[in-house]
């Protein structure tokens, strides 16, 4: 049940075109567009579901991500920041 839940959730989103990663000059800005455009589909979809539960924002060039997370657990709830970096996975070998 959940998975036909999340492969619900995912075709409601664009899909991402353009290969490309925060090394490629030309290919990285089209990227990041529609980086963009799929994680505010992906937010607004939450918000009509009523299941909103993360923020995220970029620095300009879009190689470095950050906000916050929460969960909320029997009237309590927890938070949590996020921090992460995109890489070029040829890095990752």
Known sequence: M???AARRAVAELP???TAAGPR???GWAPRLKEEY???IQYV???KRADNDWFRLESN???TRWF?????IHELLKYEFAIEFDPR???QWG
């Not at 906000?67 to 969960?71: H, I, K, L, N, T």
């Open 15 to 17: 899909l991402l075109r």
């Open 37 to 39: 455009r799929a994680l």
């Open 2 to 4: 959940a998975e036909e």
């Open 88 to 90: 070029d996975p040829l």
């Open 24 to 26: 490629d000059r030309n």
């Open 44 to 46: 607004e979809n939450n």
């Open 67 to 71: 906000g916050r997370c929460w969960y």
């Open 60 to 62: 300009a060039e879009g």
